[in-house]
Nanobody
C-alpha cells in the first residue's frame, strides 16, 4: 500500500487543521494506520492510531482531547483532525501502516510510510 499525507500548513495557536492520509489500492480497509510526528531535533512520536476496522486504538497523552483520528475506507483515507493547536504541535506529520493486514498491536512495526506534511503552529 502507498500512502500520501497532506493538509499541513501554517496555523495560529488555538487553530485547527485536518490532515489526510490517502492510500492507493483496494485493500486499504485491511490495514491499521497511525499518525506520527517529528519535530526538529526530537524523536519521532506516535500521535494516534486507528485499526483496520475503525476502532481508535491510540492517542498520545499530549494530544488527547484535541486530536481525532478517523477513517473513510470508501475513500481510502485516514484523517487527523487537530484542534486547539499549540506551538509544540509544530512538526512534520507522517502516516504509516504495517505490512500485516487485519492487525493491530500497540508495539507493532510500521512498514509503509507516506511522505510528511509540515504543520507549523505560530504564537
Amino acid at each position: 500500500v502507498q500512502l500520501q499525507a497532506s493538509g499541513g500548513g501554517l496555523v495560529q495557536v488555538g487553530g485547527s487543521l485536518t490532515l489526510s492520509c490517502a492510500a492507493t489500492g483496494r485493500t486499504f480497509n485491511r490495514y491499521s494506520v497511525a499518525w506520527f510526528r517529528q519535530a526538529t531535533g526530537k524523536e519521532r512520536e506516535r500521535v494516534a492510531a486507528i485499526t483496520y476496522n475503525s476502532n481508535v486504538a491510540y492517542y498520545a497523552d499530549s494530544v488527547k482531547g484535541r486530536f481525532t483520528i478517523s477513517r473513510d475506507n470508501a475513500k481510502n483515507t485516514v484523517y487527523l483532525q487537530m484542534n486547539s493547536l499549540r506551538a509544540e504541535d509544530t512538526a512534520v506529520y507522517f502516516c504509516a501502516a504495517p505490512a500485516r493486514t487485519y492487525w493491530y498491536t500497540n508495539d507493532m512495526e510500521y512498514d509503509f510510510w507516506g511522505q510528511g506534511t509540515q504543520v507549523t503552529v505560530s504564537s
